[in-house]
């Protein structure tokens, strides 16, 4: 590709400008700038030649004195992105990438997926004629951003990586505790994927699937690490106000009150993960020993411990330990719904995409990841209507039985990560608690589609009602599999046998 030297001076003036401000802050005073490459004199007529090759040499110093956690932290709300695509472009076109090189495009590529021009512009969907799923808007944004630079091949095998993105996503999501998440592995996983992609990783097509699985980690990562440092200041107030000052021991130190009133979460996390993986583990620590043995109040008499239960394996802790399914469906967060709510539009997406394209003799049975989910022809034809939009009792009625073969579908597939999970206690709970929040997602589904039942019967729809009910008795089914699976009784797990 042809190269048009002015409009490489112009993304290169404004890395350095970007950078210099970054410097500036650092060192608190004014950075000196070499010869010809000042404000002034990329505005004037200088031989342009000349001057790409000193900013060149410039930048390349600049390079090893930004890191990506000044990157990081430099790049807020306010951070113009004409800045952000500058800097794409530029670590783009480098003809040799370093480590920090593909780091600082991974931030610089995150940050524009979390802040479209738009609001709400990577969220359009749509479906190319042959019913298949076209480039996503956020990789069609990128494609168009680095339009005039030489792009790297993207061979098979780097493919076959891209596609471990969308299932550790998942996983993300399911993670309700900060030590589990730090334990893991996932954070070195991921570093491991991204190195292993080697130069692939400055493809559009690579930053497309990475920018949204960063987006998700980080608004995981932030939620759970503010709530465990909100829980230890709690503890630490609840000391002081007694009259203590030491809260426990991490690693042999003591921790005092002190100690966590100076700690600055927002700070912590503008730092890159891979340094500071040591900090977030202490306060992980910190969390797990306050639980085990909180600030005792003054005065107040020392409790009995309660006998702990003769366990004597991981998958007894799962099985005998009853689960509070009444509590733990009133605990449900608006972040676990919406999480969830995520997960059954792919869910939509998949099934609808199959029914679709698939031969209509066959296009009743889905092939799911665990089982094949069988829909009955008023559930394919809804996932085929295109009359989802209008403001009619027929659409009404397609729009109940998408929801309910979502959920339902959702359903099984975490009641088949339950029974593998059995052995890990950590992994069985994360599981439960994404059946929890479908079953109170399946709740507000149930009474929905029983308003637009009772709208149909009073219309004389009888048949668009015998549809709807005969959908609501399998989630009706797999709900109660589920509420017997949690609650630990004796028929859960021939119950939850049956739904492979």
């Given at each position: 590709?042809?190269?048009?030297p002015?409009?490489?001076?112009?993304?290169?003036?404004?890395?350095?400008?970007?950078?210099?401000?970054?410097?500036?802050?650092?060192?608190?005073?004014?950075?000196?700038?070499?010869?010809?490459?000042?404000?002034?004199?990329?505005?004037?007529?200088?031989?342009?030649?000349?001057?790409?090759?000193?900013?060149?040499?410039?930048?390349?110093?600049?390079?090893?004195?930004?890191?990506?956690?000044?990157l990081?932290?430099?790049?807020?709300?306010?951070?113009?992105?004409?800045?952000a695509?500058?800097?794409?472009?530029?670590?783009?076109?480098?003809?040799?990438?370093?480590?920090?090189?593909?780091d600082?495009?991974?931030?610089?590529?995150?940050?524009?997926?979390?802040?479209?021009?738009?609001?709400?512009?990577?969220?359009?969907?749509?479906?190319?004629?042959?019913?298949?799923?076209?480039?996503?808007?956020?990789?069609?944004a990128?494609?168009?951003?680095?339009?005039?630079?030489?792009?790297?091949?993207?061979?098979?095998?780097?493919?076959?990586?891209?596609?471990?993105?969308?299932?550790?996503?998942?996983?993300?999501?399911r993670?309700?505790d900060?030590?589990?998440?730090?334990?893991?592995?996932?954070?070195?996983?991921?570093?491991?994927?991204?190195?292993?992609?080697?130069?692939?990783?400055?493809?559009?097509?690579?930053?497309?699937?990475?920018?949204?699985y960063?987006?998700?980690?980080?608004?995981?990562?932030?939620?759970?690490?503010r709530?465990?440092?909100?829980?230890?200041?709690?503890?630490?107030?609840e000391?002081?106000?007694?009259?203590?000052?030491?809260?426990?021991?991490?690693?042999?130190?003591?921790?005092t009150?002190?100690?966590?009133?100076?700690?600055?979460?927002?700070?912590?996390?503008k730092?890159?993960?891979?340094?500071?993986?040591?900090?977030?583990?202490?306060?992980?620590?910190?969390?797990?020993?306050?639980?085990?043995?909180?600030?005792?109040?003054?005065?107040?008499?020392?409790?009995?411990?309660a006998?702990k239960?003769?366990?004597?394996?991981?998958?007894a802790?799962?099985?005998?330990?009853?689960?509070?399914?009444?509590?733990?469906?009133?605990?449900?967060?608006?972040?676990?719904?919406?999480?969830?709510?995520?997960?059954?539009?792919?869910?939509?997406e998949?099934v609808?995409?199959?029914v679709?394209?698939?031969?209509?003799?066959?296009?009743?049975v889905?092939?799911?990841?665990?089982?094949?989910?069988?829909?009955?022809?008023?559930?394919?034809?809804a996932?085929?209507?295109?009359?989802?939009?209008?403001?009619?009792?027929?659409?009404?009625?397609?729009?109940?039985l998408?929801?309910?073969?979502?959920?339902?579908?959702?359903?099984?597939?975490?009641?088949?990560?339950?029974?593998?999970?059995?052995?890990?206690?950590?992994?069985?709970k994360?599981?439960?608690?994404?059946?929890?929040?479908?079953?109170?997602?399946?709740?507000?589904?149930?009474?929905?589609?029983?308003?637009?039942?009772?709208?149909?019967?009073?219309?004389?729809?009888?048949?668009?009602?015998?549809?709807?009910?005969?959908?609501?008795?399998?989630?009706?089914?797999?709900?109660g599999i589920?509420?017997?699976?949690?609650?630990g009784?004796?028929?859960?797990?021939?119950?939850?046998?049956?739904?492979?």
């Amino acid at each position: 590709m042809a190269e048009d030297p002015k409009w490489e001076l112009a993304i290169l003036a404004t890395v350095q400008g970007f950078y210099e401000k970054l410097l500036q802050e650092a060192v608190e005073g004014e950075v000196p700038v070499p010869a010809g490459l000042e404000t002034v004199s990329l505005q004037g007529d200088s031989d342009v030649g000349e001057m790409l090759a000193s900013m060149r040499r410039w930048l390349r110093l600049l390079d090893m004195a930004i890191s990506p956690a000044m990157l990081r932290r430099a790049f807020g709300e306010q951070t113009d992105p004409e800045i952000a695509e500058a800097m794409l472009r530029y670590f783009v076109r480098k003809k040799e990438h370093t480590d920090s090189d593909r780091d600082k495009t991974d931030i610089v590529a995150t940050f524009l997926y979390r802040h479209p021009r738009v609001p709400g512009q990577w969220e359009q969907r749509g479906y190319g004629l042959d019913g298949s799923l076209p480039l996503s808007p956020f990789e069609i944004a990128l494609i168009e951003i680095l339009a005039d630079s030489d792009l790297p091949g993207l061979p098979e095998e780097h493919i076959q990586l891209l596609r471990r993105f969308d299932p550790l996503e998942e996983q993300v999501l399911r993670f309700r505790d900060l030590n589990a998440l730090l334990e893991s592995g996932l954070i070195q996983t991921v570093r491991q994927l991204k190195g292993t992609l080697e130069d692939s990783f400055f493809h559009p097509g690579v930053l497309a699937t990475i920018a949204p699985y960063n987006a998700t980690f980080g608004a995981k990562f932030d939620e759970l690490f503010r709530e465990s440092t909100k829980q230890i200041k709690d503890f630490a107030g609840e000391l002081e106000d007694q009259g203590g000052t030491i809260l426990g021991s991490v690693d042999g130190m003591d921790v005092t009150v002190d100690h966590v009133k100076a700690m600055d979460e927002e700070n912590l996390l503008k730092l890159d993960y891979g340094q500071a993986l040591d900090k977030f583990r202490r306060v992980s620590k910190l969390k797990q020993t306050l639980e085990q043995k909180p600030p005792m109040k003054r005065g107040a008499k020392q409790a009995k411990p309660a006998p702990k239960p003769a366990v004597k394996t991981a998958s007894a802790v799962v099985v005998n330990v009853p689960f509070n399914l009444k509590a733990m469906r009133k605990a449900v967060t608006p972040q676990q719904v919406a999480a969830e709510e995520t997960k059954l539009l792919k869910v939509e997406e998949s099934v609808r995409i199959f029914v679709r394209v698939a031969d209509p003799k066959f296009r009743q049975v889905v092939p799911m990841r665990f089982f094949n989910l069988t829909l009955t022809p008023a559930e394919a034809d809804a996932y085929c209507a295109d009359y989802l939009e209008e403001k009619s009792l027929r659409a009404g009625v397609a729009r109940v039985l998408l929801r309910l073969v979502a959920v339902t579908a959702r359903l099984i597939t975490e009641l088949e990560e339950l029974k593998r999970a059995n052995n890990s206690p950590s992994l069985w709970k994360l599981h439960a608690d994404s059946l929890v929040t479908l079953l109170e997602i399946g709740g507000n589904a149930t009474e929905n589609a029983e308003r637009v039942s009772n709208l149909a019967s009073q219309r004389g729809h009888r048949q668009q009602v015998e549809e709807i009910q005969t959908s609501l008795k399998k989630l009706r089914d797999y709900s109660g599999i589920a509420e017997r699976t949690l609650t630990g009784s004796a028929e859960a797990k021939s119950a939850a046998a049956g739904a492979e």
